[in-house]
């Protein structure tokens, strides 16, 4: 299991930027997956963004809605990952949760397939 602490969050403009970090602890960090996603109110659990383990090339897939405006990244030497969030709309308001992926080695989008999340950090954008 591995232990994951989010902060950056905040209140923001449209069209403003954040930063998100997420520091893990517990286990091989660089081994896993790692991926954020956001829960709007009154909605599901939403895909954002994951970045594959160290040997898979740190390759990043996004949801179409953040693509082109957030980026994610990691740093395994300080087992962290951060997530940039540029050009903010109001839309982006939701609590932003860091995952860990289930299994070492593997890059999926669906929140199952993570098993090992953070408390969340709110982001509001304003209009």
């Known amino acids: 299991q591995v232990q994951l602490v989010e902060s950056g969050g905040g209140l923001v403009q449209a069209g403003g930027s954040l930063r998100l970090s997420c520091a893990a602890s517990?286990?091989?960090?660089?081994?896993?997956?790692m991926g954020w996603f956001r829960q709007a109110p009154g909605k599901e659990r939403a895909f954002v963004a994951v970045i594959s383990w160290r040997g898979g090339g740190g390759n990043t897939y996004y949801a179409d809605s953040v693509k082109g405006r957030f980026t994610i990244s990691r740093d395994n030497a300080k087992n962290t990952v951060y997530l940039q969030m540029n050009s903010l709309k109001p839309e982006d308001t939701a609590v932003y949760y860091c995952?860990?992926?289930?299994?070492?080695?593997?890059?999926?989008?669906?929140?199952?397939?993570?098993?090992?999340w953070g408390q969340g950090t709110q982001v509001t954008v304003s209009s």
């Open positions: 995952a860990a992926h289930r299994t070492p080695y593997y890059s999926t989008t669906h929140p199952g397939d993570f098993g090992s």
């Open positions: 517990g286990r091989t960090f660089s081994s896993y997956a």
